[in-house]
């Protein structure tokens, strides 16, 4: 199964990661792996994108970052 994407709009960013945190607490109940999730809010570029060229977009930003993590930690 390839990594789910949540695709954020018109939040702050308080509540994106209040949504984030809350999305991953919950893919752990269900016993999946949240660092799997891939997050991705907008942008007036990639309210352009056709649909499925954004989800491959971030799915490849995302493996890359878990490669590459930067430094300063990470989401909990």
């Keep these: 199964m390839e990594n789910p994407v949540v695709f954020l709009h018109g939040f702050s960013h308080e509540q994106m990661i209040a949504i984030m945190r809350a999305a991953k607490a919950a893919a752990k109940e269900l016993g ?4 799997n999730i891939v ?3 907008s942008t007036a570029t990639k ?3 056709k649909l ?3 989800i491959a977009e971030v ?10 993590p ?6 909990a």
């Design 47 to 49: 309210m352009e994108w």
């Design 70 to 75: 930067p430094q300063g930690g990470r989401l």
């Design 59 to 68: 799915r490849e930003e995302h493996e890359y970052m878990k490669k590459n």
């Design 39 to 41: 997050f991705s809010s």
């Design 32 to 35: 999946l792996d949240p660092q």
């Design 52 to 54: 499925k060229d954004l």
